[in-house]
């Protein structure tokens, strides 16, 4: 006759070395050695905030924070990563590289999918060290604004629209005031044509996405930003439409 198998229970398997691809512990484990990274990172440089040793982190290590700050990796190892990357980003080289790599992956949108998943490091860039006080630094800032403006035109995820309008809505904020921007605005020429250019793009296409009433919130109050930080020009030209939408 046939024997019914043995209920004896079998031997469990061995666990390969390394992380396994799910589960708790290795999202903690990388948590947790993320975070003392950021320890490290915040205190580089001394009180005086010295960025030069920042500027020699390997360019490995920057690409390794950028992939944790997105899918599919979970919130508080993307959010850890995110935080370190923007340590780094105090160093114009390491705001560069950070700018290259995120106009890379914009460009790469394809995909439904590849549009919600950008969101994250959308996100990701609202810490960044954009600025103007730093040739290099300034350059990085005006390629990201501008890799923002061509690509907007292109998403349709409202998930990734609140990232971008939010961040932009920081971004810009921070950008347009205090000494660096008023030196960078007494110089003139191409580059300050160049934000300008850019920064009218962002308006038209946040604008555009407000007219989708679930988006016009987030999308109206970057709009209503841009229209308090432009130039009297951008001023006269924008504020009747946008107080009109507000209303």
């Not at 050695?33 to 440089?45: D, E």
């Not at 990357?85 to 590289?97: I, M």
């Not at 998930?159 to 007494?186: H, I, Y």
Request: proline share 7%; glycine share 6%.
């Amino acid at each position: 006759r046939n024997r019914r198998p043995s209920a004896t229970p079998t031997t469990p398997t061995v666990p390969s070395p390394g992380f396994p691809e799910r589960g708790p512990e290795p999202a903690a484990a990388l948590t947790f050695v993320l975070q003392a990274l950021h320890a490290v990172l915040t205190n580089t440089g001394g009180a005086q905030r010295d960025v030069t040793s920042l500027a020699l982190v390997p360019d490995a290590v920057l690409r390794f924070l950028f992939d944790l700050a997105g899918p599919p990796h979970v919130g508080p190892v993307r959010e850890t990563a995110a935080k370190c990357l923007g340590l780094l980003t105090r160093a114009p080289p390491q705001l560069s590289t950070a700018v290259a790599l995120y106009g890379a992956r914009l460009q790469a949108l394809r995909r439904d999918a590849d549009h919600r998943q950008f969101a994250a490091y959308a996100r990701a860039a609202v810490v960044w060290h954009f600025g103007f006080g730093d040739e290099v630094a300034a350059a990085a800032t005006l390629q990201y604004l501008r890799d923002q403006a061509q690509a907007m035109p292109r998403m349709e995820r409202r998930v990734l629209r609140v990232e971008v309008c939010q961040t932009l809505d920081k971004v810009f904020r921070r950008l347009l005031r205090g000494d660096e921007w008023a030196a960078f605005t007494a110089t003139g020429g191409p580059r300050l044509e160049d934000l300008w250019a850019s920064f009218g793009a962002i308006y038209s296409a946040a604008f555009r996405w407000s007219r989708r009433t679930r988006h016009a919130p987030f999308c109206l109050d970057l709009c209503a930003t841009l229209v308090c930080l432009g130039d009297a020009a951008f001023y006269r030209k924008r504020a009747p439409e946008a107080v009109s939408a507000l209303v």
